[in-house]
């Protein structure tokens, strides 16, 4: 058995240990299954501290931010045509991206971050994208208050 002093030890050790952070993949692809120009998975869910790794498996797709999602005084996210960009996600949130030459046709995502609610500012700023972008958004911040 374990003196008393060394399982003390060692509990106040784990719990003081630092948590480790989450990585998560978005990839951004031509197709998947039957969808074309999607972010996969296109709604991530992760705790603040936790990297969102944008990993471009076709050419020709970048990832930046759609105005009006985020949180107050975070940087927007601009990833490069092709490029793989890790971010960071420190504040809780819910970031929204589009491909920029693919939003016409419904290429968005969301990355929740911590638990929030959909704030008023990106429900207004859906409004102002495109029908099958607008359509897909709607869908994917119904996925918000799950778990």
Do not use: W
């Not at 076709?58 to 759609?66: C, E, F, Q, T, Y």
């Amino acid at each position: 058995m374990f003196p008393r002093s060394l399982f003390a030890f060692a509990t106040i050790l784990l719990l003081s240990s630092p948590a480790v952070a989450g990585e998560v993949r978005m990839e951004m692809r031509n197709q998947s299954g039957s969808e074309r120009f999607v972010y996969e998975p296109d709604f991530i869910r992760i705790s603040p501290g936790d990297t969102v790794v944008f990993v471009p498996i076709d050419k020709g797709h970048n990832a930046v931010s759609i105005d009006g999602f985020g949180a107050d005084g975070d940087q927007p996210i601009n990833v490069g045509f092709n490029k793989e960009v890790s971010v960071t996600f420190d504040k809780p949130g819910i970031y929204g991206v589009k491909c920029t030459p693919h939003v016409g046709l419904g290429m968005v995502g969301i990355i929740v971050v911590g638990e929030v609610e959909v704030p008023e500012a990106a429900r207004a700023s859906i409004a102002k994208l495109p029908p099958k972008a607008r359509q897909r958004l709607e869908l994917l911040l119904g996925q918000v208050g799950r778990s």
